[in-house]
């Protein structure tokens, strides 16, 4: 059984630049929520995505926006980089509001 | 501002002792209360979740949940080397399944 799955592994990109960030959820997973973790922190909520929406939103900009799709999966972009964002982008899947399981996680590396 | 505190430690045990992690959040409608572990370069891994006052046991992990003092702890029985990670403290604060993080508590333990 595939846990959550996040591409790609490590990203450069230089300021003023967009990005995207792909997520597949566990199998029998219905919701992903996307956290960014700065260095020595903890993550932080961006949003989540159910039944392809947007249902919740942290306090992030609206520079970071998402897609659910059919499937489950899920995009996260950011346009206008800034070096702040920097840091490692982290997908979590549950099913409803259970338990969430972690993928991996996207290290991003604004320059 | 909802907050979850931890201790950013670092916390050190030696083998085989109980290691005892400690976590504070401010709302009192929380409801969920999880523990990550997050090894150096990796992502989170839940470990633990709890959702009623008193102990929830699993191998060498007790959880323990006080809502009235709103604090949440971990107990972790016969540590072991391998059990050095940073522990991620973790609530559901507000409806739906928004996570809210504490920085984290760094557990070493030494041979």
């Known amino acids: 059984d595939a846990g959550v799955t996040q591409s790609p592994t490590h990203l450069i990109k230089t300021r003023g630049q967009q990005v995207t960030l792909r997520c597949s959820p566990k199998?029998?997973?219905?919701?992903v929520s996307w956290y960014q973790q700065a260095l020595g922190q903890g993550p932080q909520f961006i949003f989540q995505?159910?039944?392809?929406?947007?249902?919740q939103r942290g306090n992030f900009p609206d520079r970071f926006s998402g897609h659910q799709f059919p499937n489950y999966s899920s995009e996260l972009n950011v346009n206008a980089l800034l070096l702040g964002d920097s840091a490692l982008y982290l997908c979590?899947?549950?099913?409803?509001?259970?338990?969430?399981?972690f993928g991996p996680g996207t290290r991003l590396t604004v320059l | 501002q909802k907050e979850v505190e931890q201790n950013s430690g670092p916390l050190s045990v030696p083998e085989g002792a109980i290691a005892s992690l400690n976590c504070t959040y401010s709302d009192r409608g929380s409801q969920s209360f999880f523990w990550y572990r997050q090894y150096s370069g990796k992502s989170p891994e839940l470990i633990m979740s709890i959702y009623s006052n008193g102990d929830k046991e699993d191998g060498r992990f007790t959880a323990q949940l006080n809502k009235a003092s709103q604090y949440v702890s971990l107990l972790i029985r016969d540590s072991q080397p391998s059990d050095s990670a940073t522990y991620l403290c973790?609530?559901?604060?507000?409806?739906?399944?928004?996570?809210?993080f504490g920085g984290g508590t760094r557990l070493m333990v030494k041979p």
């Open positions: 995505y159910y039944e392809e929406e947007e249902r």
């Open positions: 199998s029998g997973h219905d919701t």
């Open positions: 973790a609530v559901n604060i507000d409806a739906g399944n928004m996570l809210t």
């Open positions: 979590a899947s549950s099913l409803a509001d259970r338990e969430q399981f």
